[in-house]
């Protein structure tokens, strides 16, 4: 695997990789019977889409988006005990929690705290 640092990327060659990005998940889903069994692609498409979109038109994050991503996250890479932390946080708690992330200028940090 090549690994090349974003600032030595030109405009050009980002938006190839942006759009060789879809063609990428669909061939991992292919031959991977795990990321296929959890829907890598289609859950991909509505964090790239209307689950990114909603979250920042909401200005948080919802307990069921939480959990969504959260499949998203683990279908990507290896199985980790997140899911189930997704599933027992108070819903209201992770509203206001993550309502710090989407105010303009919040640094990670600042983000986390409420966490």
Do not use: C, Q
Not at 38 to 60: I, N
Not at 63 to 88: C, F, H, N, S
């Amino acid at each position: 695997m090549v690994v090349m640092a974003a600032t030595s990327l030109s405009a050009s060659v980002a938006k190839n990789l942006l759009a060789a990005y879809p063609a990428a998940v669909s061939a991992a889903e292919a031959r991977d019977a795990r990321r296929k069994k959890g829907k890598l692609v289609s859950l991909d498409k509505w964090w790239r889409g209307e689950g990114r979109d909603a979250a920042r038109e909401r200005g948080h994050v919802t307990k069921e988006a939480l959990i969504k991503l959260v499949t998203w996250k683990i279908t990507r890479g290896k199985m980790r005990p997140l899911l189930g932390y997704a599933r027992d946080m108070d819903a209201r708690a992770l509203e206001a929690a993550s309502k710090h992330a989407f105010v303009e200028g919040t640094t990670f940090d600042d983000a986390i705290k409420p966490l």
